[in-house]
């Protein structure tokens, strides 16, 4: 089972029974980043695949995409990190949203050239797929993206 951080471990949302689908797990994935002036510096340090995170399991035919990411605002002024400002887009255009095991309501009050270290689950078709992750800014325009899983 996957080991999570107690803040997503001990999320107090009811979980969703149901079978664990197989799935080959992608935690040799690769991730690249896209070139762009950006807020944010971000390196995905990991990324791995379960069926369950915490108390939660997946419904048949998704599983969890685990992101260990840790970002730096290289900006002069301060940024707020918030659920609504990460999107995670497949290459065949779906897009994904945190999972309730992660806290999706949290948000993160970042200084001026300070670093924040988090763990990103989203729920994701089990069949594989390129991924790209987008930080957005206030505006919701893709401030910085990385490609995860992508050939």
């Known amino acids: 089972m996957l080991s999570l951080p107690s803040d997503i471990a001990n999320s107090n949302a009811v ?18 980043p896209v070139p762009s002036p950006s807020t944010w510096k971000a390196i995905i340090n990991s990324s ?11 419904k048949s035919g998704y599983i969890y995409l685990v992101l ?4 730096e605002n290289v900006s ?11 999107d995670l887009k497949s290459d065949d255009g779906g897009h994904y949203y945190e999972s309730q095991c992660a806290d999706p309501t949290k948000q993160w009050s970042v200084s001026a ?12 078709p089990d069949t594989g ?3 790209t992750l987008s930080i957005l800014d206030a505006n919701h325009t893709i401030n910085d993206e990385w490609y995860i899983g992508c050939e």
């Open 113 to 124: 050239g300070q670093p924040i270290h988090l763990t990103m689950v989203f729920i994701v």
């Open 76 to 86: 002069s002024q301060d940024q707020v990190l918030s659920d609504d400002l990460i």
């Open 15 to 32: 979980p969703t029974p149901a079978p664990n689908p197989t799935f080959a797990p992608t935690s040799d994935s690769t991730s690249t």
């Open 68 to 71: 260990d990411v840790s970002l």
């Open 48 to 58: 791995d695949t379960s069926t369950t995170c915490g108390d939660y399991v997946t």
């Open 129 to 131: 797929s390129c991924f």
